[in-house]
């Protein structure tokens, strides 16, 4: 069965320093693996996906990820943390097995100091 | 941008009573699901819901849930008889195909449970 763990409930960075959100996989399958964001009081929102295709995926927001699999991970980077990053960040695998779902992480909540 | 909107925002609603939780999914969306965060926990799967039938269905969702699209438009999940523990977010969302597909999620629905 599917699992995501995402490493680190919370992250603080300053402003204009590199954001890492750290997430791991495992899959009996070849993963479908998704980061979403949560604004306070909001749904959720694709920032990137990853199908297969390249392994360095460019989200929104200047967000990317880096699939790898010998690691089975799949970090969250942006280069520069602006306050409206924060946010609770969520990485998800689709379970390709049982009817889509996704199975979240426990989501690492990005807080971005001025 | 076409989005998934769910009704209402938030229900309180007494233990034991039936609530209905309203979704109306993307319009050419063919995959619909339901999912749950009770607060501070993870995002959970429910129920997942392809040609007017459950293709695939969590623990959670026991015989106290069930789905129904009623038409073309809306997409529900009742709760029969409301429980304490059943108060969390509840989130829908929809797809256009299946796996590899971007899931998107509605706002959500509070549901508080006296």
């Known amino acids: 069965a599917q699992s995501v763990t995402q490493l680190g409930s919370h992250v603080s960075v300053s402003e204009g320093a590199l954001v890492l959100l750290r997430c791991n996989y495992s899959s009996s399958v070849p993963p479908y693996l998704f980061w979403y964001v949560q604004y306070p009081n909001q749904g959720l929102q694709l920032l990137l996906k990853?199908?297969?295709?390249?392994?360095l995926v460019k989200g929104i927001n200047g967000f990317e990820a880096e699939f790898k699999k010998s690691e089975t991970s799949f970090h969250l980077t942006k280069p520069s943390a602006h306050m409206s990053d924060a946010a609770e960040y969520f990485c998800a695998v689709s379970d390709v097995e049982r009817g889509n779902k996704l199975v979240f992480g426990a989501g690492t909540i990005l807080r971005v100091k001025s | 941008e076409p989005e998934v909107t769910q009704t209402p925002s938030h229900q309180v609603t007494q233990m034991g009573q039936e609530v209905i939780l309203r979704c109306v999914p993307i319009?050419?969306?063919?995959?619909f699901y339901w999912y749950r965060q009770i607060l501070g926990q993870k995002v959970e799967f429910l129920v997942s819901f392809y040609n007017n039938e459950i293709s695939e269905k969590s623990e959670i969702f026991d015989d106290q849930f069930s789905v129904e699209r009623p038409d073309g438009s809306n997409f529900t999940l009742k709760i029969r008889s409301t429980k304490l523990e059943d108060s969390a977010m509840y989130f829908c969302?929809?797809?256009?195909?299946?796996?590899?597909?971007?899931?998107?999620f509605g706002p959500g629905t509070r549901l508080t449970v006296l």
């Open positions: 969302a929809s797809s256009a195909e299946g796996y590899t597909d971007t899931q998107y």
């Open positions: 319009s050419n969306h063919l995959y």
């Open positions: 990853y199908t297969s295709a390249a392994t």
